[in-house]
């Protein structure tokens, strides 16, 4: 009997064996499966946040593009603005070294002709004078 049972224990081991290799691999394919479910889903997971992830790129790039648009058409306002100032302060700045000038020739001709009359004054009192002595020498 020894032998029966030895073999029926064979059998039994064998079989128990296969059992368990039958539900190794169906444990094992049972967890590929939830791996690459999870893999699937990650991977859209991943997908979706580069999605979003570029849409906020995209729209903080447009906001900005518009802000520097923005700052360059206030810049050229200001700029426009600070030109046209300039233009007058120039413009008032000739007219007061214009006006600076001619006061200078005015005061100018002025002087020259006072030292032209005292000049003028001067010729005929030394006419005079020379008359007057030249009268008294011929008389």
Not at 46 to 58: A, P
Not at 90 to 115: F, G, P, W, Y
């Given at each position: 009997?020894?032998?029966?049972?030895?073999?029926?224990?064979?059998?039994?081991?064998?079989?128990?064996?296969?059992?368990?290799?039958?539900?190794?691999?169906?444990?094992q394919d049972e967890?590929?499966?939830?791996?690459?479910?999870?893999?699937?889903?990650?991977?859209?997971?991943?997908?979706?946040?580069?999605?979003?992830?570029q849409k906020k790129?995209?729209?903080?790039?447009?906001?900005?593009?518009?802000?520097?648009?923005?700052?360059?058409?206030?810049?050229?306002?200001?700029?426009?603005?600070?030109?046209?100032?300039?233009?007058?302060?120039?413009?008032?700045?000739k007219k007061a070294?214009?006006?600076?000038?001619?006061?200078?020739?005015?005061?100018?001709?002025?002087?020259?002709?006072?030292?032209?009359?005292?000049?003028?004054?001067?010729?005929?009192?030394?006419?005079?004078?020379?008359?007057?002595?030249?009268?008294?020498?011929?008389?």
């Amino acid at each position: 009997m020894s032998d029966i049972s030895s073999v029926q224990l064979q059998k039994h081991r064998d079989a128990e064996l296969s059992r368990q290799k039958t539900e190794l691999k169906y444990a094992q394919d049972e967890s590929k499966k939830k791996i690459k479910k999870e893999l699937d889903y990650q991977e859209g997971v991943v997908v979706e946040l580069k999605k979003d992830h570029q849409k906020k790129s995209d729209n903080l790039q447009m906001d900005l593009e518009y802000k520097l648009i923005e700052l360059r058409k206030k810049h050229d306002e200001v700029y426009a603005v600070e030109k046209n100032r300039l233009e007058k302060e120039m413009e008032m700045l000739k007219k007061a070294h214009d006006d600076r000038v001619t006061e200078i020739k005015i005061s100018h001709q002025n002087e020259i002709q006072q030292i032209d009359e005292s000049h003028q004054n001067t010729l005929y009192n030394a006419r005079q004078k020379f008359m007057k002595e030249k009268m008294k020498w011929n008389a």
